[in-house]
């Protein structure tokens, strides 16, 4: 299914290229511009409609995997050994399916701040290396009003850019998803197959004893992923509540200063 709605995908973007050069090329047909027209808006349209179904179509497969993998778990298991399936593995499911949502948020995440960092550093660098050449082009009197204002106009471009780079930590944020995602994958990996002295049950042969050794290695997951996730979270809030500390002290200092100078 999942293959079936990548394709419609595909048909309707080569149908969106299509009418845009009938368009451009065949101007001066007005029946031509306006079929053209018409196939672009409703291939628009079901365009943006079918990404919804190409994102619930994704998510089935990914609920689909998980489960799959859940039930790899039980194949390690001593021989003989009846668990009870129907809470352990949808339990088991259902925490490898949080710990993925957060793995997909965090990669969303890290790719938007990864692709502004480089976006805003390389604008950067072509607006501050073009303006010496628009000098001269200035001084050449090309006749036309609108170079004069480039030399203006791209330095100041250049520096609201390179503001908003220093202003905002994309880079810092691109860094941190990203060792979130490597965490969080390694500990589901470690979840599944059981390889960490924390997840592993199958080595128990009492029943009982892994009945709830399997509980507990549910428990610790969810625990851990929790973990992995505040190490991300909780470092730009306290370096925000130690911003605001420091504002506060110096207020303080102020005070007494203009009280000194009284």
């Not at 925490?95 to 890290?110: F, N, T, V």
């Not at 911003?243 to 009284?262: C, L």
């Amino acid at each position: 299914m999942l293959f079936f709605f990548k394709l419609i995908d595909y048909l309707l973007a080569a149908v969106a290229i299509t009418s845009i050069f009938i368009i451009y090329v065949g101007s001066s047909d007005q029946q031509y511009i306006t079929a053209a027209s018409v196939a672009l808006s409703v291939a628009l349209g079901l365009f943006i409609f079918n990404r919804q179904s190409v994102k619930n179509a994704q998510k089935e497969s990914q609920k689909t995997e998980l489960s799959k993998k859940a039930e790899l778990y039980t194949s390690l298991l001593s021989n003989g050994t009846t668990l009870d399936y129907n809470t352990v593995l949808p339990a088991r499911a259902k925490a490898l399916e949080y710990c993925q949502e957060l793995i997909d948020d965090y990669k969303s995440s890290r790719n938007l701040a990864r692709t502004l960092y480089y976006v805003l550093q390389i604008s950067t660098v072509i607006l501050s290396g073009v303006t010496p050449i628009l000098v001269l082009v200035d001084k050449l009197e090309a006749g036309q009003s609108w170079l004069k204002w480039l030399p203006v106009i791209c330095p100041a471009v250049a520096s609201i850019v390179a503001s908003i780079v220093t202003s905002f930590p994309f880079e810092k944020n691109w860094m941190a998803a990203n060792k979130a995602v490597e965490l969080l994958e390694a500990e589901q990996e470690k979840f599944i197959l059981g390889i960490s002295p924390a997840y592993r049950c199958y080595d128990i042969s009492e029943e009982g004893k892994q009945q709830q050794r399997v509980s507990q290695a549910i428990e610790l997951f969810i625990n851990q992923v929790n973990n992995i996730h505040l190490q991300i979270v909780q470092p730009s809030s306290d370096s925000e509540q130690g911003n605001q500390e420091k504002q506060d002290a110096q207020k303080p200092e102020e005070s007494t200063t203009g009280q000194k100078v009284a």
